[in-house]
Nanobody
Framework: EVQLQASGGGLVQAGGSLRLSCAAS????????IAWFRQAPGKEREGVSC????????YISDSVKGRFTISMDNAKNMVYLQMNDLKPEDTAVYYC????????????????????WGQGTQVTVSS
């Protein structure tokens, strides 16, 4: 089983930037994909971005395309989410999650696809 630890959240003004980190430990060789999700109060968990561990294929939500970038440091078992030009609607708890199956562009954003979840980090963007 993979353990995940998300960090890097905080309070930032609109237009600012944050970089979230997800540290993976345990049986990291089992997981095929690592994704970032977010959940705002009263809303469903939303897929933000995903990266596959074997070939670095990335997927990203239209709502953050051009502003957020996912990256991975395999040697350190770390996945990052660089968030630029943040908007108040980006306010949410951000989670990282992994799965042992290869995602595709039709499945990566379904939370049910992922079986290991980190504890979440709060991102608050003020207007």
């Amino acid at each position: 089983e993979v353990q995940l630890q998300a960090s890097g959240g905080g309070l930032v003004q609109a237009g600012g930037s944050l970089r979230l980190s997800c540290a993976a430990s345990g049986h990291t060789f089992d997981h095929y994909a690592i994704a970032w999700f977010r959940q705002a109060p009263g809303k469903e968990r939303e897929g933000v971005s995903c990266i596959t561990t074997r070939d670095d294929t990335t997927y990203i939500s239209d709502s953050v395309k051009g502003r957020f970038t996912i990256s991975m440091d395999n040697a350190k078992n770390m996945v990052y989410l660089q968030m630029n030009d943040l908007k108040p609607e980006d306010t949410a708890v951000y989670y990282c999650a992994t799965d042992t199956r290869r995602p595709n562009r039709f499945t990566w954003f379904f939370a049910s696809q992922y079986h290991n979840w980190g504890q979440g980090t709060q991102v608050t963007v003020s207007s």
